[in-house]
């Protein structure tokens, strides 16, 4: 199964409420359009932390993973992106682009609600590029082979969707190498420090741990983080 990953950003004057129903629409539609095997959005639905050790972003974003079979987006998914770079959609430059992945799932939570209804707990979002400087190759082994398990090891992920990016399908203008969505079981997990680094001894070791890793070989500057929420249409 493919997957394509599509990027939607809200606009500055828009309050969290009409962009978490505008999402809810656009999913709604592709449900309708594409009937894919599966389907979920993740969107910020409200004003993050003031204070956190996480750089949350105060703008307004959604994605929509649709998955397909074949080697290439069909026709009845091809007429959805149309759609949504469509006026009537995107008069104010919300469609960021699609991008089809490759996606690993390190960790899976098991699915006990049912379908339309918000997953619990929250998610964070990030979408990044390697360092200038690294090789594709060296990025991909640093991410895959030393910082997921070093997630793993430390936070208390309950699902990691982690999202190589292979290609821009709408040729957009933003350019990204990985998409990730990590998901935790509380709200507590990802906020509180203590939760998302570890105890007080070990804290500010696994802090310095991460920095390091991740500053081997992501772009720092270019790094976008989201507290997001998920709602899965077809599971």
């Known amino acids: ?9 809200g606009q500055a004057k828009e309050s969290y409420s009409g ?10 539609k592709a449900n309708e ?3 894919p095997p599966q389907l979920h959005i993740t969107f910020t639905d409200a004003t993050p932390p003031v204070i956190s050790i996480i750089p949350f972003r105060k703008s307004k974003i959604g994605v ?3 998955y397909y079979e074949g080697g290439f987006p069909g026709e009845e998914l091809l007429s959805f992106l149309a759609y949504c770079a469509s006026d009537a959609i995107n008069p104010s430059g919300r469609l960021a682009g699609a991008w089809s992945v490759e996606e690993a799932l390190p960790v899976q939570y098991q699915k006990t609600w049912p379908d339309f209804e918000i997953t619990p707990g929250v998610c964070l979002l990030t979408l990044f590029r390697r360092k200038t400087g690294t090789s594709h190759e060296a990025f991909l082994d640093r ?7 070093l997630s793993l090891k430390i936070h208390p992920l309950w699902h990691y969707s982690r999202n190589v990016v292979l290609d821009s399908v ?3 203008s933003e350019h990204w190498e990985g998409i990730v969505e990590e998901h935790f079981r509380r709200r507590m997990h990802l906020l509180n420090p203590f939760s998302f680094f570890g105890n007080p001894v070990t804290i500010i070791p696994h802090m310095i741990e991460v920095y390091n890793d991740t500053n081997a070989f992501l772009d720092f500057k270019t790094i976008e ?10 599971s």
């Open 1 to 9: 199964m493919q997957k394509l990953m599509i990027i939607f950003r």
């Open 33 to 35: 359009m594409c009937h």
């Open 225 to 234: 983080t989201y507290l997001v929420r998920e709602v899965v249409f077809r």
């Open 143 to 149: 991410w895959h082979n030393s910082h997921t398990p």
């Open 64 to 66: 929509l993973s649709v």
């Open 19 to 28: 962009f978490t129903d505008f999402m809810l629409r656009i999913a709604g």
């Open 170 to 172: 709408t040729g957009s």
